[in-house]
């Protein structure tokens, strides 16, 4: 847990909508290691896209009560985001699941029809 403020209103992930382009600071970079073999990045071969997890979750582990309070959770601070964030969130939610991206989009003011993915 966070006691110290959180950096306040600064961004604290890159890329975000506040500070315009990411800075990419190369000491982070991912470096290749000769070892036994080279170690460096791979292209993602799992069969899963990043929604199915959540999909899964959302509709084989909850029951409605905790999907609606799910939808609340997230509507919540959603909604007081800048209406471009919302609209790019929003479109996650319904990749995840109708249902959790229409009742989203409805607590927080947004058209239920499902957007252009």
Not at 73 to 101: S, T
Request: proline share 7%; with cysteine.
């Amino acid at each position: 847990m966070n006691v110290n403020g959180s950096q306040g209103s600064a961004p604290n992930y890159e890329p975000n909508s506040w500070s315009g382009q990411p800075v990419e600071n190369k000491v982070y970079a991912i470096k290749k290691e000769d070892m036994s073999g080279a170690a460096g990045r791979y292209s993602y071969q799992h069969p899963n896209d990043n929604y199915e997890q959540p999909r899964t979750l959302f509709r084989k582990v909850y029951d409605e009560e905790m999907r609606q309070k799910v939808i609340k959770n997230i509507a919540g601070p959603l909604g007081k985001c800048r209406r471009d964030i919302q609209e790019r969130m929003i479109k996650h939610f319904y990749k995840v699941d109708h249902e959790y991206g229409a009742g989203i989009a409805k607590l927080i003011g947004l058209p239920v029809e499902q957007p252009r993915l």
